[in-house]
Structure formats: structure tokens, C-alpha cells
């Protein structure tokens, strides 16, 4: 069975930094695409960023671009995002999603809430 | 980037009931449209992907059509356990997008 288990969340602070996890077991880690989407507070779902298998190609929605980094260790089975210069409408409950290799988004962790606010 | 527009917002329907949402993207996407289900306080959940394909382990009162631009999705008949918003989501061009949500209640 697939899971994916997000950690990280919390409050931070405007401007602040998180590093958000997401540990993946039940399937072969590094053999998928992998991304992070994020839902604020009562509203819909948005994209934020990408990586290949192997972790050597990124892409990111342009609200997060320059401020966010998606990282994976193959290892470890585990997905990371680094996120800085935190923003008030960063706030969101964050989902790391499994890539099924064609763009179908096909596995969701339980997510982990953000909050930045003073 | 591809828009895309769900209808209508929110429906209110009986058990028992036919429902239909629809999906418009605002260029063609062929059939890279995948249906999301999405219960309160959950993690969203696949449903149908490839425009028209039921993920395994889903109802088969859940279906959906369409190619190109215009797409649906149809419960063939409404249960409690149905109460959820659902989303399209395309993946044809980068970025991915989804629709805004269908928020759906019994009536």
C-alpha cells in the first residue's frame, strides 16, 4: 500500500523559513515523479512544484519560484520542500503527491498545515 | 497557462439523484483529465483519470467523458457518502491546473 507521511508544518513567521518532509513507502521511491500541491484555508487545490525520478530536473509554480526548493533523497525515501521569504498567502495545508509518470497525480499524503502569520 | 472552469460551484442534490459537473479547459487538452474526489478535512483522491477511466476500487456509479475541451463527470445515483467537492485536473501543459471545485450536499 502506498503512504506518504508529510511533516514539518507549523507557524512561522513572515519572512521565515520550513522545510517540510514527506517519508514514502509501500512502492519504489525513486522510480516516480513526485510534487507538492497546497490548499489554503477553504479553498481550492493549487500546484507548487515538481521533480523527476531522480531528482536532477525541478519545476515550480511562479508564485513559489526563487523562494522554494523541491529536493529528494532516493535513499531515504523521502521528499523535501525548503521554503523561504515566507508569506502570509503561503498559508496552506501542503500535500506531497505521487506522480503516477504520466501526470496523473495518483497517491496524496494526509498533508501538513502552514501557517505563516506574526 | 491552461484555465480551468468548473460548474456549477456548488449543487445540492437528493440521494438517489443523477449528478453532473462539468470541466472546461480553456484549450485542448486531449483527454489528460483526471477527477478528484475530496471529503472533509481528507486528502483529495483519484477517481478517474485519463478523462474517462475509473481508478480501481472506485464505484462504478462514478463515471465521466469528454476530449478535447469539454469534459464531465456523473454520480448515476447520489449516496451520503458522496458529500465531498470534487476537482478536474489537467496535466496536458505545464503547469498542471485544476478547476476551482464542485462542492456537493445533500438536499
Known amino acids: 500500500e502506498v503512504q506518504l507521511v508529510e511533516s514539518g508544518g507549523g507557524i512561522v513567521q513572515p519572512g521565515g523559513s520550513l522545510r517540510l518532509s514527506c517519508e514514502a513507502s509501500?512502492?519504489?521511491?525513486?522510480?516516480?515523479?513526485m510534487h507538492w500541491v497546497r490548499q489554503a484555508p477553504g479553498k481550492g487545490l493549487v500546484w507548487v512544484s515538481r521533480i523527476n525520478s531522480d531528482g536532477t530536473s525541478t519545476n515550480y509554480a511562479d508564485s513559489v519560484k526563487g523562494r522554494f526548493t523541491i529536493s529528494r533523497d532516493n535513499a531515504k525515501s523521502t521528499l523535501y520542500l525548503q521554503m523561504n521569504s515566507l508569506r502570509a498567502e503561503d498559508t496552506a495545508v501542503y500535500y506531497c503527491?505521487?506522480?503516477?509518470?504520466?501526470?496523473?497525480?495518483?497517491?496524496w499524503g494526509q498533508g501538513t498545515l502552514v501557517t505563516v502569520s506574526s | 497557462d491552461i484555465q480551468m472552469t468548473q460548474s456549477p460551484s456548488s449543487l445540492s442534490a437528493s440521494v438517489g439523484d443523477r449528478v453532473t459537473i462539468t470541466c472546461q479547459a480553456s484549450?485542448?487538452?486531449?483527454?489528460?483529465l483526471n477527477w478528484y474526489q475530496q471529503k472533509p478535512g481528507k486528502a483529495p483522491n483519484l477517481l478517474i483519470f485519463d478523462a474517462s477511466i475509473l481508478e480501481t476500487g472506485v464505484p462504478s456509479r462514478f463515471s465521466a467523458s469528454g476530449s478535447g475541451t469539454d469534459f464531465t463527470f456523473t454520480i448515476s445515483s447520489l449516496q451520503p457518502e458522496d458529500i465531498a467537492t470534487y476537482y478536474c485536473?489537467?496535466?496536458?501543459?505545464?503547469?498542471?491546473?485544476f478547476g476551482q471545485g464542485t462542492k456537493l450536499d445533500i438536499k
Open positions: 503527491v505521487r506522480d503516477d509518470n504520466s501526470g496523473t497525480l495518483d497517491s
Open positions: 485536473h489537467q496535466y496536458d501543459n505545464f503547469p498542471p491546473s
Open positions: 484549450q485542448d487538452i486531449s483527454n489528460y
Open positions: 509501500g512502492f519504489t521511491f525513486r522510480s516516480f515523479w
